[in-house]
């Protein structure tokens, strides 16, 4: 009896190409870092922006969308390597790394500008108590562009706050993409 002929698709698909190490080891090297700052700061957008009164639903709900999904997606890329199931999936992982990296670079670039946006066009107005009075009145002057919005001191704070961890976590996807990409033309 002769050998049973081997499935050409099964042989078709190379090896996972993989350069992170595997389990928790993954957690001592730099790529590993900063995909835990990626979810410890992108965690921090999603909680400033969603704790904020959303001034501008339209263009914050884009970074609460980008914020939500990338902290999703780089848990589970996280989770994939230290549960060591990289290695029983047949992938470009080195080229999976650099294409995910660099969308998510793409987005948080544009929530961060978003969320900068949203928050400087609160210059236009301020909050104050009445002299002698518990009531307030609100001064406007003239708006500094299409947007406007009324910020108390709080929320403008929180606001800040988000686009500053925007930017932390944009340098985060950028730097992982350039580790990515130095990975996978090795």
Not at 7 to 19: G, K
Not at 122 to 130: D, E, Q, S, Y
Not at 134 to 148: E, S
């Amino acid at each position: 009896m002769s050998e049973p002929a081997t499935n050409p698709a099964a042989t078709s698909f190379p090896a996972p190409t993989i350069s992170l190490p595997l389990g928790l080891e993954v957690l001592r090297t730099y790529s590993g870092v900063l995909v835990c700052l990626e979810i410890l700061f992108g965690g921090l957008v999603w909680i400033l922006v969603a704790s904020s009164n959303v001034p501008v639903p339209l263009l914050q709900g884009w970074v609460m969308f980008v914020s939500i999904t990338t902290f999703v997606f780089s848990s589970a890329y996280l989770t994939v390597f230290i549960t060591g199931l990289a290695d029983h999936i047949n992938t470009d992982w080195n080229f999976l790394d650099v294409f995910y990296h660099f969308l998510a670079l793409l987005f948080y670039f544009a929530a961060f500008v978003l969320e900068a946006a949203t928050t400087a066009a609160n210059g236009g107005a301020h909050i104050k108590p009445l002299a002698n009075s518990t009531g307030t009145v609100m001064c406007i002057t003239y708006p500094r562009g299409n947007i406007f919005t009324v910020l108390d001191d709080k929320q403008y704070s929180i606001n800040v706050a988000a686009t500053i961890f925007a930017f932390v976590v944009t340098i985060c996807y950028g730097c992982s993409m350039v580790m990515g990409f130095k990975r996978w033309r090795m």
